[in-house]
């Protein structure tokens, strides 16, 4: 049965412009014990410093036999 996982990450900005996570909507990988993960959603939460944005990344885990 597949299960959701958030992450948390901080980015540091530079310039004028917000800067995203790498990760995007739609993003797909096998990580390490085989398992596929599916990028479901990516939000801005707040700045936690003047130019450090945190960002939730909402990820979809399946076992290996359900993809």
């Given amino acids: 049965m ?3 996982i958030v992450n948390e990450v901080e980015v540091e ?4 412009c917000q800067q995203e996570p790498s990760e995007k909507v739609g993003d797909t990988w096998i990580d390490d014990l085989g398992r596929k993960r599916v990028v479901d959603d990516v939000r ?3 700045y936690v410093w003047e130019d450090v944005a ?3 990344i909402y990820i979809t885990v399946y076992e290996k036999g359900e993809y």
């Fill in 2 to 4: 597949p299960f959701s």
């Fill in 13 to 16: 900005e530079r310039g004028m």
């Fill in 44 to 46: 801005f939460v707040k």
């Fill in 54 to 56: 945190l960002w939730r």
